[in-house]
C-alpha cells in the first residue's frame, strides 16, 4: 500500500501459504537478503520452493518486491489480528 | 474515484453481449442498486460492491446480490473480488438460451456456455468452473438443481458454501439459465490518505478486539456452536477477508477432524448459517448429522431452513437419509422466510446501509455498528464525508 498509495492484493511482500493438502499453513515472507522465507508449523526455511500464494488477485509473490519492513514500522505486524505475525530486532 | 473503479459492466445473457458504463457516484450501494434496476429493467440481477468494500476498515469484505426487492449479501472473498475484477457493480439482463456462468475478470465480462450444467450440483459446477478457468481462487457464486426448477426453497452457494441465500435467490438464476456467476481479479483500489487509513483502520480493528477477548469461531456468534459434538468436530476457523473475528468454523465429518491436510474429496462444511443449525438442532440432529445435511442441501442448492421444516412435518424425527430423500422432492418444500445476515442488527435500515457501505453486518452488529465510529476512518479512504 505504502509504495503506490492504493490497495492493492498484488505488492504485499508477506502471503499466505495455504496448502491444505501438503498438511500445513504458513506465511511466504520474499526477503532482499534471504529471498523467500517460507514459516511452517515445523519451523522456518528459504529458498524459491514457495511460489504458492493466497487472498483474492493474488500473485506468485516471486513476482512481487522484497520486503523493506516498512521503513521500521511492518504494517502486516501492525494490523495482523491474531499477532500471528510479530517484528523483532 | 477513491475505492471505486468507476465502472459498471452490463451483459445481456439473451445475446452475450457486454458492455460497460461509467460510474461517477461514490454514493451508498442501495440507492445505485434501485437506479440500475430502473435503468436496465426489473428483471436484471445487480451485483454490487460497497463504498468500503476492499478498504483496511474491519470486515469490509461485503459484496450484494439483488433481484427485484430480493437482496443477498456476498462474503467470504467474493465481495472484494467482485471489485478487483474491475467493475463496481455487474448487470445481468435477459435470459440465456442456453446453461452458462458469467464469467467477469480484469474489466472483461462474459457469458460461456455450461450444456452440462444440469446434471452438475453446485459443488460440481464451482469446481468445474475454476479448473476450466486454471485458477482455484475464482470465487463463484453457484445454483444447484433446485436453483434450476425455479424452487422458491432454493439457495445459492457462495464458493460452495451456503447461508448468504436465505431470500430465494436460487430461482432468479434457474429461471435465467444461469448456472453460476464467477469473479477474479488483481485489479487495485486508489485511496486518499493511505497512512491515516491504516492508521485509523489498525486502531478501530485494536479497540474491536479488546472488547470482544478471544475468538471461538461461530460460537463467538451463536452458542450452539458450543455444544460438545459440534466442537469436537471443528477442524479450524475461517475468516472473510479483513475479519479480525470470523464466525465461520470448518467441521470435518469424514475424516479425523485433528489432521490438518483434507484426504477425503468432501471432508466437512464450513458453517455460518445459524438458522440452519438451530433448526437442525431443534429437529433432533447431532451437529456430524447437521453438517451432513447442510452439505447435500449446498451441493443441491437447497435452503436448509425449508428442507429441515419439512422433514419435520408430522412430528418424527428426521435422520440424513429422510432428508436425502426429500431433497429429491422439491415439491414438498416451501420456503421459509428466516434471515441469516439479515437478523444481525435490529433494522432494515442498519442492515442495509452496513451492506451498502461493504461491511459485513454480523461483525459490526457484534462490535456495535455506529456509522460515526468508522467515519474519519472511512473518510481517509475516500476523501471526502461519509453522509
Known amino acids: 500500500m505504502h509504495r503506490d498509495s492504493v490497495l492493492t492484493p498484488m505488492t504485499s511482500s508477506i502471503i499466505l501459504h495455504i496448502e491444505d493438502k501438503a498438511n500445513y499453513f504458513g506465511l511466504v515472507l520474499k526477503t532482499k537478503s534471504e529471498g523467500l522465507l517460507l514459516g511452517r508449523p515445523e519451523g522456518a526455511s528459504s529458498g524459491q520452493q514457495a511460489s504458492g500464494s ?19 514500522r511492518p504494517k502486516c505486524a501492525s494490523i495482523c489480528p491474531t499477532q500471528c505475525i510479530t517484528a523483532v530486532d | 474515484m ?30 445505485v442498486l434501485r437506479a440500475l434496476l430502473a435503468k436496465h429493467g426489473p428483471d436484471s440481477i445487480v451485483l454490487g ?66 450444456r452440462e450444467s444440469p446434471q452438475l450440483n453446485s459443488w460440481q459446477r464451482t469446481d468445474k468452473i475454476r479448473a476450466d478457468q486454471g485458477d482455484s481462487k475464482i470465487q463463484v457464486v453457484s445454483g444447484g438443481p433446485w436453483c434450476d426448477a425455479g424452487s422458491p ?30 469473479f477474479r481479479g488483481m485489479g487495485e483500489l486508489e485511496i486518499a490518505d493511505p497512512e491515516a487509513h491504516f492508521e485509523g483502520s489498525v486502531a478501530l480493528m485494536k479497540g474491536h478486539l479488546s472488547r470482544l477477548g478471544p475468538n471461538k469461531g461461530l460460537q463467538s456468534y451463536y452458542e450452539g456452536a458450543g455444544r460438545e459434538d459440534f466442537v469436537s468436530l471443528v477442524h479450524r476457523y475461517i475468516g472473510c477477508y479483513g ?8 467441521l470435518k465429518t469424514e475424516e479425523d477432524p485433528k489432521e490438518m491436510r483434507f484426504m477425503h474429496k468432501e471432508p466437512g462444511y464450513l458453517h455460518y448459517d445459524v438458522p440452519a ?58 420456503p421459509v422466510n428466516k434471515g ?25 452488529a457484534k462490535v456495535g455498528f455506529d456509522i460515526r465510529s468508522l467515519s474519519s476512518c472511512a473518510e481517509s479512504a475516500i476523501g471526502h464525508t461519509l453522509q
Not at chain 2, 158 to 168: S, T, Y
Open chain 1, 54 to 72: 493466497g487472498g483474492p488477485g493474488a500473485k506468485p509473490i516471486l513476482l512481487r518486491e522484497a520486503c523493506d519492513l516498512c521503513d521500521g
Open chain 2, 2 to 31: 477513491n475505492m471505486r473503479n468507476g465502472k459498471i459492466g452490463i451483459i445481456d445473457l439473451s445475446t452475450g453481449v457486454s458492455s460497460e458504463e461509467d460510474f461517477v457516484g461514490d454514493v451508498l450501494t442501495a440507492g
Open chain 2, 49 to 114: 460492491t460497497g463504498l468500503l468494500t476492499g478498504s483496511l476498515i474491519p470486515a469490509s469484505c461485503a459484496g450484494t446480490l439483488t433481484a427485484g426487492q430480493k437482496t443477498m449479501p456476498l462474503l467470504g472473498h467474493a465481495g472484494i473480488e467482485l471489485k478487483l475484477s474491475g467493475f463496481d457493480f455487474l448487470v445481468l439482463k435477459g435470459k440465456a438460451p442456453n446453461w452458462g456462468y458469467v464469467w467477469t475478470r480484469d474489466g472483461i465480462v462474459e457469458l460461456v456456455e455450461l
Open chain 2, 153 to 182: 426453497a432454493a439457495q445459492l452457494v457462495v464458493d460452495h458454501w451456503g447461508g448468504e441465500d436465505k431470500v430465494g435467490m436460487g430461482a432468479e438464476f434457474g429461471k435465467r439459465n444461469l448456472a453460476a456467476v464467477a
Open chain 2, 243 to 250: 475479519c479480525p473475528f470470523p464466525c465461520r468454523t470448518y
Open chain 2, 277 to 334: 443449525l438451530e433448526m437442525a438442532t431443534q429437529v433432533g440432529l447431532s451437529s456430524r448429522d447437521a453438517t451432513r445435511v447442510l452439505t447435500r442441501c449446498a451441493q443441491a442448492g437447497a435452503e436448509p431452513v425449508a428442507v429441515l421444516t419439512a422433514a419435520a412435518v408430522g412430528g418424527g424425527r428426521p435422520d440424513v437419509a429422510s432428508i436425502e430423500s426429500l431433497l429429491s422432492r422439491r415439491a414438498d418444500v416451501k
Open chain 2, 340 to 364: 441469516n445476515f439479515e437478523s444481525s442488527l435490529p433494522s432494515l435500515k442498519d442492515y442495509e446501509t452496513c451492506l451498502g457501505l461493504g461491511l459485513c453486518p454480523r461483525y459490526w
